[in-house]
C-alpha cells in the first residue's frame, strides 16, 4: 500500500501552520521548515533540520513525506548538458524530469532550465510522443510536481548554481491536472518558497480549451505554450487528438484571448515530421492561422522516440517553412540544438523501463497511423473517438 502521508511541499503554508498549532508550536517554526525545505533545493529527510527540536523533527516526519522522489536514478548525456531523472514514485509509478545546462554565450546568460512533468503517462494519445504511447497513468500530486524542482535545484545547489528556468513540457497534459499544476505554480512563484518569477515559468498544452479559458480567468501566472503541430483541423485530429473535442480554432481563439487579456505573447510548439506537417499547404495554412497574432511559433524537428512510421522533416524544408512563417509577420525559431535532448525526449526513459510492445502491435500502430495521415493529408476529418479521459 502506497504511503498516506501527504508530500511537505505540497502542504499549504496555512495547512503547516494550523499543523503546528495542533502541536502547540509557534507559528514562527512554518518559516524555519520552510526554509531547510526550499534552501538550495531543500532537505530529504525531517531530521535533517537542525532548526527544529527533536520532537518536532520526528512529529514532522511522521505527519508528512519531506520528498516524493527519493528513488530517482539520473542519466548525464549530452557532454554533461543534459541530465535525465528518471523518478520511481512512492506507488512504483516512473517520471520523469530533464535538466538541461546551457552555458553562457555573448547575447545570454548561463541558464538552467528544467523540464517537468505533471502527470505519469497522458491520456491525449499524440503519436509521435513517447508519453502519448504509454497512455495515462496518474495525476501527479502538488508534491510529486515540486519535489522534481527541488531535486534539480539540489543537483545545481551542489555547484552553487540555481534553476533559472522550469518548463512543464514533460509527461503529461498540465491543463488536465490544473489544479495541482496551479497550486505547485503557486509554490514556485512564492518567494517564501521556490522563488522563481513567472516569467521564468512555462507551461505547455495541447490545447485543453477550458482550462486556457480559466487561466486567461486569473491573470498572468506564466508563459502559455500551446502544441499545435498543425493548423488544419484533419491532420491535427490525428496528431493531437484533442482536436477531436477542441479544434484548432477554438484553441488558437483560447489563446488569443488569452495573449489581449494577460498581454503576455503566446508560444506555439510546431513538430516538424517529415512528409506530415511539412508541406507547402500547411506552412500557408499555419500563416494564415497566426497573421498578425502576438505570438511565436517554435519548429521542433520530430525526435523518434515514439513507434510512428515518421521521420524528422529534413532541415531545409523546415527552413523553408520559417521563411513562410516570417514571411507573414510571424516570428519563427528552429530549435535544432540537441534535438534529441530537449523535453520532447520525455517519457523516454519510462517507456523504455516499460517494454516494447509486440511487434505485431506496433505494426499495427504503424500501418494505421500511415492511414489516417494520408487520410488527413487528402482533407479527410477522422471518425476516431475522443480519446478517454479528455474532456467531458
Ligand atoms: N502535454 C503538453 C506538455 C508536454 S509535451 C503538450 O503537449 O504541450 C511538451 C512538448 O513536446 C509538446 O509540444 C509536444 O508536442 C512535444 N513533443 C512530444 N513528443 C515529441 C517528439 N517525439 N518530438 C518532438 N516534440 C515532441
Ligand atoms: Fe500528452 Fe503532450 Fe505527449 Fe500529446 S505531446 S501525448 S499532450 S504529453
Redesign the pocket.
Known amino acids: 500500500m502506497s504511503d498516506q502521508r501527504p508530500g511537505l511541499s505540497g502542504v499549504p503554508p496555512h495547512e503547516l501552520t494550523e499543523w503546528l498549532a495542533a502541536q502547540d508550536e509557534p507559528a514562527w517554526r512554518a518559516r524555519q521548515i520552510a526554509d531547510a525545505l526550499w534552501t538550495g533545493g531543500g532537505v530529504t529527510d525531517a531530521a535533517a533540520i537542525v532548526t527544529l527540536p527533536s520532537a518536532l523533527r520526528e512529529s514532522l516526519g511522521a505527519f508528512a513525506r519531506l520528498d516524493t522522489v527519493g528513488d530517482t536514478e539520473t542519466q548525464v548525456t549530452d557532454g554533461g548538458l543534459t541530465e535525465k531523472a528518471l523518478h520511481r514514485l512512492d506507488d512504483g509509478v516512473l517520471i520523469e524530469s530533464v535538466l538541461m545546462h546551457y552555458p553562457a554565450t555573448r547575447g545570454s546568460r548561463e541558464r538552467h532550465t528544467l523540464c517537468l512533468s505533471s502527470q505519469a503517462g ?5 503519436p ?5 504511447e504509454l497512455g495515462f497513468g496518474r495525476d501527479l500530486e502538488t508534491a510529486e510536481i515540486l519535489d522534481q524542482a527541488r531535486h534539480a535545484a539540489r543537483r545545481l545547489a551542489a555547484e552553487d548554481k540555481r534553476l533559472t528556468n522550469i518548463v512543464f513540457m514533460g ?3 498540465p491543463l488536465l491536472n490544473l489544479d495541482r499544476v496551479l497550486a505547485a505554480v503557486e509554490a514556485l512563484n512564492d518567494p517564501r518558497r521556490f522563488g522563481l518569477g513567472a516569467r521564468h515559468i512555462t507551461v ?3 490545447g485543453v480549451v477550458p482550462g486556457i479559458r480559466r487561466l486567461t480567468a486569473l491573470g498572468p501566472q506564466f508563459t502559455l505554450a500551446v ?1 499545435l503541430h498543425a493548423a488544419r483541423d484533419a491532420l491535427r485530429d490525428v496528431l ?1 487528438p ?1 482536436n477531436r473535442r477542441w479544434p484548432v480554432a477554438e484553441v488558437v481563439g483560447a489563446a488569443r484571448d488569452h495573449a489581449a487579456a494577460t498581454g503576455r505573447r503566446i508560444s506555439y510548439e510546431v513538430t516538424m515530421i517529415g512528409g506530415v506537417n511539412d508541406t507547402p499547404e500547411d506552412a500557408d495554412a499555419l500563416a494564415e492561422l497566426l497573421r498578425g497574432d502576438h505570438a511565436h511559433v517554435n519548429l521542433i524537428p520530430m525526435n523518434p522516440v515514439a513507434h510512428t512510421p515518421w521521420t524528422a522533416s529534413p532541415m531545409p524544408v523546415i527552413e523553408s517553412i520559417a521563411a513562410t512563417l516570417r514571411a507573414a509577420g510571424i516570428e519563427t525559431t528552429i530549435r535544432r540544438n540537441r534535438g534529441q535532448e530537449v523535453g520532447a525526449a520525455c ?1 523516454q526513459l519510462a517507456a523504455q523501463r516499460a517494454g516494447e510492445p509486440p511487434a505485431p502491435a506496433v505494426a499495427r500502430r504503424r500501418e494505421r497511423l500511415v492511414m489516417a495521415s494520408a487520410a488527413a493529408l487528402r482533407g479527410e476529418r477522422s471518425d476516431e473517438p475522443v480519446p478517454a479521459g479528455v474532456g467531458e
Open positions: 497522458c491520456a491525449v494519445g499524440c509521435f510522443c513517447a508519453t502519448g509527461m503529461g497534459e505547455s498544452t495541447s502544441s493531437v484533442l517519457g
